[in-house]
């Protein structure tokens, strides 16, 4: 493969040096962009003058077929080349002789590179957001089977006030809603040209850049040449947003290993998402979860390595940006993967109804409950929270539930309560603390559907 | 101090749990969010008649007065307050009596610490976008004396070709200006309500959060309440945004760090903004820049810490999130000291025009404008860059610049070049190199003067 | 104050740069460190001649009559200082006036401050170790309780094996020491002496560095003054060891969660070490836990920071530098809460071994030693394991435990097995799978008491 | 391929979560670790009588010939095998039959894997320490060239004293030498046997563990089998170490691109390790230097990936260890690049000898050894600053240097040293400067010689 660079140099280059530099095994991935690129670039060099009008269409017309011979694997990139480039541009040039060399008038690698990068980054910024969103449907499905199961709601992993079911996977729902509009937004940095930068500088060539950035839809110029081929932050932004979204993942993958462990047992993984053990026969292991969960090391560890990369360096483009690539792709090709397992595990997922609503059963959930009742009665908060705490201690100690307390115990530990028992054990009942949350966002199962459907239109309309 | 939730405890907490567990020594810088909070939720409470109209002034009355006591230094935060929560509504109660006890009525500290931090990072959010911009003007006015200013142009840290100052300090302009774009929609997300979640479940009293949103200026409510206590996405696309901003901070840093080397010169710093040495009694050191990049570390370390924190946790508030603060103020105040920091460094600077331009001289930084001249003529580009490689490559051995090449040695390496040597000796000149880079975004001052334009009403459109 | 550098500069410097620049506000705690190299620093400059007996003596008395006046509180460090090195030898002046300006004869702060930061390190690794040991003894004190408390052992937090508490505490035990064994290699690496080094080129005094390292017991001399004054590996080292130790921890903290919780109910934590909710009066949280893995990290952000300080860093000290210290210490002052908070917690938890017990009934967790029974029978593993598969299926699909299997299921399923019913019964119960795996490090009782004295005399002859 | 734990699942595994699950990817490159571990296995099988003489003979010859094979090329592991472990049992099936399947009597995949990485990570921690030893040899080599080529001496990349290359060269020597410390303790804690932990309780079959670790020579056995299967923290130290390393890297590759700028000029870098540009015929650019610089933050993210995946893992295996391969091999290939890429890159350079001298003229740099010279003289060395921070500045506010200060001025100036002008000129030479430094550890060259001695030994030595 002859370089692209070979004429002012004497020596070889070395055979290690060689296979660190070059980039051809992680950024063939990029053949179609560059074509694509390439055939904006040389449409506008014939649109401007700058080459004849034959010149360019054999460009294109070279560049067409080339890419319709490499997806039908007719041809497919050479090895040799130094990256993806190169590859393209040997190609063509077996196809079209040297006049391919024209393609490259008015360009260099360092804004081709950018451009082939943003026109890839922004089409899995849209094929993530329609992921994200097929896992918010799912949710949204099998949230509208559960808005009156009952569940104990956690804090601390200790019982706190229960909840249902629905409004618990909503909260995931939220959570990736932010995660679209941040995607979205990441998009929009993406989705800017720098074509027409050239190595650093800008070209002396009369191209035309909006010319370009209409045929491949960017929504705008980068207004600065040094800027277009140095700045990877778009890169980075996207690895945060990525970092986020697996966070938001690991939380859900979490309480999917909790709730499908023997202790919780909430829920059963279907035996198509789930995998067993080489030695113990009996084992049925939520591994699509934990894998969820663990890959968020490796996408933390992938915003780690841009962030690295770019810290310190000076303009404009430097050879480090070479590592902008594989923690991109890695990350991509990451989520591609967990977020269709995650949602194949929730559709099918079998949530057990009356394991969790026995799970609410005397845990001391509805305390607050009865301190808001007490409130209601004229006590402060501090008060109540005090005398309530007072009473759960007492039953801790005798191995009581409130919903077992008897009048003359409830007469000994809050007289007020004493006449207002049978008030006291209407109140106590999970049912109805779950039914007194009607506050918009709260767990009232009124409310929770008004917020499924707040939640349904919200993906209807974006 | 009396706790807030002693009732339901037989043995004392340990000393060193105490110290641990208590937030105090970093949450107080929260207490004007605390008050400004509370009052909007008493007054709610007032106006839904879950207080009377009487309970809900007494309260608010005396959170004004705290807040001027405290503003005015007349009063402290106790300091055996477990966090800023307890102290605050500790103080209060000194002034009005057990009725304060009534101010946490249909709340939680789950739902009260996230709005609080909201309403602290939606101001900072703005504060340092203002800062950015400051920062921005900064580069505006020092590139507005340098459109002509003439230097090397770099890409590996070796000449590539030349480019003027403005447009160099303009790149770093537009990723500053990407960094606000980010902060902004950042601060959307930060400015949703979460008070009303209380707990995780949402209360029973009749709430109105609209009413608290509307007094607090949020732009909307949280939906979900287990979403609104436990999520801290909103804190870890800060910190990716602070990371993101820091890493151009860094690269600016690492210019002036290389630029005010002797070896550059392309600086001089102002003593105000650089130090000495306690043994070298010569150097003056540009502390600031140095400063900047080393504590580009220190905000990647925090957006890692609050990723790690937020791994893995199951619904809904656990105790881990305590440690989302530190992270967050350590980031704020470590921007509040840069940004400026390196806005004085640079409008202190003394750029060494000659210098730069010396640096220009016979570096070879036109090479490309050679090349494209013979594309010009009707070469392909690979066939010029081959050609110009070999010129290039005879100078170097022969101690020679392209602009002394003489005719008979351009005769022997070009033939077709060298009846024209007189035009490509103004090839040839950096001047004229920099001129023809018109096209929008390049370095021809009179693009980077269009450039600068686009970029001062940008600032003043935002 | 008067800087230690105010010669070659015209101007005053800018009080924020100041405030960007000075570190007294965290290095202000190395000055027990800072006077202790002085004070060796010094004596050596009178055992050299390089100062008069006279001169080194009255500075050595200085700084000794200081060391105990800062120690009784009676004088405080200047708070206008740039650095502890500054306030100090101010300090000094006022008490000998300038005679105090020799003691920076053949040093400078770039040696003295590696120095300071070592002679604090290595004092800290072998504070940390204690600690770690006493966290260790704890373990054992508890493990040594529960030799024979059977419990599920997960893999896939599913039930594997049943295994005994002891057992599984061990673990950490172990993994603890492998965390000594690395800060104590560690520690070999901090304990080198720079001084020496003065600013970067060693010095043209003839001191004499063996005298300041014996006098230090530092273990050796760095040999380069370059390397001396700036590699910072040893902290990356030390906070690389303090990350993998809190990753122990914070596994350690999981399991306390997890255990705590209603539905595994293993352990009830001590009133000691837990908390209530401002809200929810029946809450009893396991927050040590809870921040112990929360700050996993700040502990993991530290390490980040440092790492991408020290990234691309020209020799020799860089300003960067500074922000080595404040990593370091927030990693020690954590350590220093979180390694007790543990241990208390630990000590003072009941574990609940009926419940543990209750846990490994009818969960399958025998089946490996039906399996490998089989095997004994002379069935390859990978037909036994086979076979045992089935039976659990039908188990589970026939809401049976495998302890209560008939000899009429088991002729259907294996007939092999029928035959030897009552041994298959022996086979399938918890305690005789225990009491099987008496491999050297496996679960049986008797195995893990050795492992117990094992332990127990590592930790006795380190 | 037949799956290992079929017998208890009904329903497929879906297609996605197979690819999300399998590791073959990957781990395939642990083949020949994993025969020799099973080798071993199986020969105490034997040895123990758990397995027939003849069974044992018949699985580890099927397993030698499986090994020939395969190193020969004759054979693969079939693709769709689910790890590994799965690929070498499935081929020694088809070679010996369903005898094969007693090889993973007393064993399983949890334990066999930590065996097969630890395995190749001792291998590889010894292949590494044979790569560093070879750089350290090349900077001996290069160095011994320079004990007499003066540069200036950096601090905040402003010129500080004189130094001779030799010293600057020999500084990263000894960080190398610590990598290598760090390795080989590492390497100590990798060499630690699991296998007999089974799956994570230990086994009941009478293995030998003793015999095993004989065979496999490791150094002792993990004595908590829990510990054995669960922990990682031998990966994560390994990954930190080479953090640690690759920063030390990336600080050298730093120092070769800014010596290798047209700025600096101080090297000259060879054809065979420098790339060209695709549009600018004269670049020749320092792209190792920058490789290693750049891929230092893959191998930061590969340390935030392992850590991240461990927090908070509950015990004992949980498939997120799976996450641990990918960033461990990364780093391993990574290493395997960048040592030897730099060892080239040095031992191919040519140092710019003429140049680097040339730096140190008119530079302040020997101002240091004035002020030391008037401390000589009997000032303190505070006010020796002080005067020579005035002659400083007085230089270049009249454009002179220290070298072409006259005798009235220095009158002038300061007084006393009027008097001894010529000893004055003297002790500002660079050469004079350079050799004043015969410290330890300093910079003169006889020093600098016997630095490198000690060094040369110590290679030596290990």
Redesign the interface.
């Known amino acids: 493969m002859r ?12 055979a ?2 060689l ?3 070059n980039s051809l095994p992680f950024d063939r991935r990029l053949w179609r962009q560059d074509i694509e690129g390439s055939i904006a670039h040389a449409t506008m060099l014939g649109a401007t003058g700058i080459l004849s009008p034959q010149e360019a269409d054999q460009i294109v017309a070279g560049l067409q077929t080339l890419r319709a011979d490499l997806e039908a694997g007719q041809v497919e990139l050479p090895e040799d080349a ?1 990256d993806v ?1 190169a590859a393209v541009e040997s190609l063509l040039r077996e196809r079209i002789g ?13 804004d081709q590179v950018a451009t082939d990068v943003r026109l890839y980054l922004r089409a899995e910024c849209d094929a993530l957001v329609a992921e994200i969103r097929q896992l918010q449907e799912t949710l949204l499905d099998v949230a509208a089977q559960h808005f009156e199961t009952v569940m ?12 249902v079911l629905a ?2 996977l ?6 990736l809603s ?2 679209v ?2 995607l979205s ?1 990441c998009r929009g ?1 993406v989705n800017r040209l720098p074509l ?12 035309d ?2 010319h370009v950035a209409r045929q491949l839809q960017f929504d705008m ?11 990877r ?1 778009f890169i ?2 996207f690895l ?1 947003c990525a ?2 979204l697996m ?2 993942l ?2 859900l ?3 999917i ?2 709730w ?5 047992g909430f829920v059963i993984l ?19 979860a ?2 969820v ?6 996408v ?24 902008d690539k ?2 991109l792709f890695d990350t991509v090709d990451t989520l591609h ?2 977020l ?2 995650l949602r ?1 595990t929730l559709a099918s997922a079998r949530f057990q109804v009356e394991r969790m609503r026995e ?1 609410t059963a005397g ?3 509805t ?6 009742y007490l ?1 209601r009665q004229g006590m ?4 109540a ?9 007492h039953c801790i100690a005798h191995h009581l539930t409130l919903e077992t307390l008897d009048v003359p115990t409830l007469q000994a530990l809050c007289p007020t309560l004493a006449d207002r028992a049978s008030e006291v054990q209407a109140i106590l009942s999970v049912q109805a ?2 039914q ?9 199962p009124q ?1 929770v559907r008004v ?1 499924w459907q ?2 349904r239109d919200s993906l209807a309309g974006t």
Chains 1, 2, 3, 4 share one sequence.
């Open positions: 370089k692209l660079w070979g004429g002012r140099f004497d020596g070889e280059t070395d290690l040096i296979r660190l530099n130094e480039h040297p006049i391919a060399g024209k393609l490259h008038t008015a360009r260099s690698r360092n104990p709601g956690y804090t601390h992993l200790q019982h706190a006030q229960p909840v409004h618990h909503l909260a995931y729902f939220w959570m932010r995660d509009e941040r937004a940095r027409g930068a050239a190595a650093l500088a800008g070209t002396g060539f009369p191209i850049r909006e110029l980068l207004e600065n040449s040094l800027d277009a081929v140095s700045d932050d980075a932004e945060a970092a986020i966070m938001h690991s939380r993958a979490e309480e290993v909790l499908n462990s023997p202790e919780f279907d035996d198509s998402v789930t995998t067993g053990s080489s030695i113990m026969p009996q084992k049925k292991n939520p591994d699509v934990e894998l969960r663990g890959k968020t090391g490796r933390y560890g992938n915003l780690t390595a841009i962030l690295t990369v770019l810290k310190g360096l000076p303009l404009a483009y430097n050879k480090d940006l070479q590592e594989e923690p993967l967990v269709p397992a194949k799970a845990d001391f959930s305390a607050t409950d009865l301190a808001d409130v402060t908060f501090r008060e929270h005090e005398v309530v705490g007072r009473i759960v201690r603390s779950v007194s949350r009607q506050v918009r966002g709260g767990t009232a409310s917020q707040v939640a």
